[in-house]
């Protein structure tokens, strides 16, 4: 399962690479964002304060993960997937793609975090929690948003369908990263959040597990 896995990371890097236009679009909207945010704010004079720099800044991040995700399954053709199911196991797919996308998003959300700070300014007073943080919220923003770009690609408006599947979804995981990011900004210790950042990461591997047991169901149909 290993070198399934390794080959498949390799092919969606390759595809990736040759068909650029995919993350220059998901990078020019993730700027545009920020941009907007900073123009809005220099015109009313205004000062971001925490909490909405906290606000703006996973919202930002959540529609970028939306984005970026739902390619995950919507580019592979009916030939191809019967091309794989021949080939690979089904936990081979799930898992590549799972990892792939949570190291696209963690590269997203560090950028995204660089340039946040640098035209918005940088609230955070515990930038290594915060770090933290963003590398567990992204890894579970990858494993539900595939799981349910995965159930999407079944139905004829997968984009559509991706949306309302992961909303309900993603808010538990979401309400959890910003109450930790909250506490980074805020410099608590971070043996108080301790019990919530192991909630997350418990989060993530109930769900990871339960892409990994029933996605061979989905993909046999």
């Known amino acids: 399962m290993i070198h399934e896995i390794k080959a498949l990371l390799w092919k969606d890097i390759v595809l990736e690479w040759r068909h650029k236009y995919a993350i220059n679009g998901i990078l020019l909207y993730t700027f545009s964002t920020i941009f907007i945010c900073y123009l809005s704010f220099e015109v009313l004079h205004a000062r971001l304060d925490q909490f909405s720099w906290n606000a ?7 529609f970028t993960s939306i984005s970026a995700i739902s390619k995950s399954f919507v580019q592979e ?27 696209l998003l963690v590269a997203l959300s560090l950028l995204a975090f660089a340039t946040f700070s640098l035209v918005l300014g940088n609230p955070v007073q515990d930038p290594g929690y915060f770090v933290i943080v963003i590398l567990t919220g992204t890894i ?12 999407a690609a079944k139905a004829d408006n997968n ?7 992961s909303f ?15 506490n980074a900004i805020d410099g608590i210790a971070r043996s108080e959040s301790l019990s919530e950042l192991l909630t997350l990461l ?8 339960l892409a990994y047991l029933l996605f061979p169901y989905l993909w046999r149909s």
């Open 202 to 209: 418990a989060i993530d591997i109930i769900v990871g597990t």
């Open 140 to 151: 579970g923003f990858s494993t539900t948003l595939t799981l349910m770009s995965g159930i």
């Open 159 to 165: 984009g559509m369908l991706m949306a309302i599947l």
């Open 168 to 182: 309900p979804v993603i808010i538990p995981v979401l309400l959890m990263i910003i109450k930790l990011s909250r």
């Open 77 to 103: 053709k009916e030939s191809r997937q019967l091309y794989y199911f021949n080939l690979v196991r089904p936990e081979s797919i799930i898992i590549s793609k799972i990892i792939y996308n949570a190291v």
């Open 56 to 62: 703006l800044y996973w919202i930002i991040i959540l």
